[in-house]
């Protein structure tokens, strides 16, 4: 996860025409966005908060993921990122956790109750 608040006003564009995953995607894991090789959803952090919308990447249909349409991540998608951020924040970007029992079991009934 990377703050956004001291990146370069070209990484942050209006909605719609996001450059801020592409960047994250190409200097972070050194390979370019492909919708037929990943599935990813975005939000980000900015001025201490969390913002679950991204059109660039919510919107859009990927390999093996169908898009609802919204630019805001779905309330399961919410919590499992609340709970990964929470994770972050105590205890760092080299810390490696376990999604708990209560957690999945959440993500599970959210996801079976909305389809």
């Known amino acids: 996860m990377k ?6 006003p070209e990484y942050r564009t209006p909605s719609g025409q996001e450059r801020a995953h592409d960047y994250l995607l190409k200097s972070i894991m050194g390979v370019q966005y492909d919708p037929t090789r990943i599935s ?3 939000f980000f952090y900015i ?8 059109t660039w990447l919510n919107m859009r249909d990927q390999q093996g993921a169908r ?3 919204k630019k805001a991540l779905s309330h399961p998608e919410k919590l499992l990122v609340d709970y990964c951020f929470n994770q972050y924040k105590e205890y760092g970007k080299h ?7 209560a957690l999945d079991e959440a993500l599970l009934s959210e996801t079976q109750s909305s389809s």
Do not use: A
């Open 3 to 8: 703050c956004m608040d001291n990146w370069p």
């Open 47 to 54: 001025h201490g908060e969390l913002v679950y919308n991204c």
């Open 40 to 42: 990813c959803g975005g």
């Open 95 to 101: 810390h490696v956790f376990q999604i708990s029992s």
């Open 67 to 69: 898009s609802d349409g």
